[in-house]
Nanobody, 113 residues
Framework: QVQLVESGGGLVQPGGSLRLSCVASGFTFSSYSMGWYRQAPGKERELVAGISSTGGTTTYADPVKGRFTITRDNAKNTVYLQMNSLKPEDTAVYYC??????WGKGTLVTVSS
């Protein structure tokens, strides 16, 4: 069965960095585009970044452009989200997503001094 397991969240000060990882299993990872979403308290889940199956195409939500970078390693069945220059408004649970309605359980990112 499809499994997505996120890790790398935590507490970081404004301006700091974190790298999230999502390890996938149960499907042919290299055949699917992947995405990172986030959900802040009291808000709807929103797309943060997406990456094509080969990694050749990436997309970003406007609030994170220039600060976040999505990459993937198909040999390791892993997709990453490098987050730099973090802001308090980036505080959210971050979820890994695969097309077809598959989600991980999420990892909490808290940006606070």
């Amino acid at each position: 069965q499809v499994q997505l397991v996120e890790s790398g969240g935590g507490l970081v000060q404004p301006g700091g960095s974190l790298r999230l990882s999502c390890v996938a299993s149960g499907f042919t990872f290299s055949s699917y585009s992947m995405g990172w979403y986030r959900q802040a308290p009291g808000k709807e889940r929103e797309l943060v970044a997406g990456i094509s199956s080969t990694g050749g195409t990436t997309t970003y939500a406007d609030p994170v452009k220039g600060r976040f970078t999505i990459t993937r390693d198909n040999a390791k069945n892993t997709v990453y989200l490098q987050m730099n220059s973090l802001k308090p408004e980036d505080t959210a649970v971050y979820y890994c997503n695969r097309r077809g309605g598959y989600w991980g359980k999420g990892t909490l990112v808290t940006v606070s001094s």
